[in-house]
């Protein structure tokens, strides 16, 4: 019961915080819910929430997607998808709870210290943004960060930007669960069970999310989720060592 209770409150949090800002439900989730359940559950369970989510708020405007700047990431990212699933499928614990808090923590101060560049990178620097954030993803079901890294220094415009990143990671999400039904990873009943009884919490919480004005700025949303990744970051690294 305690872990039940544990749980929902972790969904309600982060989808909140998604409904929010419109990012972050996997980055809070994940590693709040490793330090009670095994990341092969946390992580085909987040992912077809999120997954799900996206589908039912939409936000995926196929006339805005910049189809050029998606094109260079999918094969990469699809290499890495398979690599990031065969590593948690194979991987022992321990070295995957701490490459977890180290993901984290790295996300969590560039978000506390708000680092962020305007520069217009290469297009080179596709392959290994898409690369890692597919490995990422697959690993550890996070694997957004670099996606949105590099887009935002390759385009400026905010309606082009959010539907290229609509796009990008529905993608992933196919890529993520062909991966994972590949893997045997979708194929446990437990998490089927859990997703039936999490995706009303989870999208009580972004509705609740999009319909509160919280008079924090973008950058002061951002800080926040940051102290909370920071936080769960180390709680990781002291589950990792004990």
Request: charged share 10%; aromatic share 12%.
């Amino acid at each position: 019961m305690v872990e039940l209770g544990y749980a929902a409150g972790v969904l309600l949090l982060a989808y909140f915080i998604r409904g929010i800002s419109g990012f972050g439900s996997g980055l809070v989730a994940v590693p709040l819910l490793a330090l009670m359940f095994p990341l092969p559950f946390v992580v085909p369970f987040i992912l077809l929430l999120d997954f799900t989510a996206s589908l039912t708020l939409g936000g995926l405007n196929f006339r805005q997607v910049r189809w050029d700047e998606v094109k260079p990431l999918v094969p990469f990212g699809a290499i890495g998808v398979v690599l990031g699933t065969t590593m948690l499928v194979n991987f022992p614990k321990t070295p995957l709870l701490i490459g977890l808090a180290i993901f984290v923590l790295v996300f969590a101060l560039r978000s506390l210290l708000n680092l962020h560049g305007e520069k217009t990178v290469s297009r080179w620097w596709a392959a290994l943004a898409s690369f890692t954030g597919g490995t990422v993803g697959g690993l550890f079901g996070t694997g957004g960060p670099p996606y949105v890294i590099y887009l935002t220094h390759r385009l400026k415009d905010k309606g082009e930007l959010r539907a290229t990143f609509s796009g990008v990671f529905f993608l992933e999400g196919v890529f993520r669960i062909g991966s994972f039904i590949t893997a045997g990873l979708l194929m446990k009943p437990e998490i089927w069970k859990a997703y039936a009884s999490g995706l009303p919490i989870a999208l009580l919480a972004l509705y609740g999310g999009s319909h509160v004005h919280t008079g924090l700025s973008q950058i002061q949303m951002t800080r926040l989720i940051g102290a909370l990744l920071l936080l769960s970051g180390l709680s990781l690294f002291v589950k990792a060592f004990n």
